[in-house]
């Protein structure tokens, strides 16, 4: 039995698998791996993918607790959220993709926030807006800051003046 660095990736006769809790071996459906996350919300983030591995073309993707490839090795990383949500990124930018794998936002921002209260913040052009989970615009991306400042106020800033937006009207 071979551990990585982090003991996170196992492999016997280069065949790259997991150990569950009960000592139970799974085999991951992929040949290759460099790394391993652990798991948060029965999913874990993995390096590498199918085929020969190569630094220049790995790519992230997620597994489920049974070791099933729950994402494809597309993005050039990942973020897994306690709201189910999973952030990722592609050499475009950022995006979203919900529990079941469905895109809700194109990997098109510079960056992407998750707040608690439903709402993500997202960033082009240095410039933020606020959209709501399913991705529907409810401020427009044309603040130079936009800050959460109680579960439902923003402190926001256009043009040098200071203003504040709450969310539930």
Partial sequence: LEKDDGGNVSSINNIIGLIDTSGRKIQL??????????????????LGGIGEFDFLTANYG???????????FLYNDIEVYQNGLIKVRKENGWGLID?????ILPCIYGGIR?????LLRVQNGGRYGLLNFNG?????????????????????????????????K
Avoid: C, M, Q
């Avoid at 597994?63 to 490839?69: H, T, V």
């Avoid at 529990?99 to 895109?103: H, L, V």
């Avoid at 998750?114 to 439903?118: C, H, P, R």
């Avoid at 936009?146 to 200071?162: D, I, K």
């Fill in 99 to 103: 529990s079941n794998g469905k895109e």
């Fill in 114 to 118: 998750v707040y608690d209260n439903g």
């Fill in 62 to 72: 997620l597994i489920n607790s049974e070791g099933k490839l729950f994402l494809d």
């Fill in 136 to 168: 529907d615009t409810i401020l427009e991306n044309r603040f130079y800051k936009l800050h959460l400042v109680t579960s439902t106020t923003y402190l926001t800033e256009v043009n040098g003046l200071l203003g504040l937006f709450d969310s539930t």
């Fill in 29 to 46: 459906p992929f040949s290759k791996a460099y790394s391993l996350w652990n798991f948060d919300n029965n999913r874990a983030k993995v």
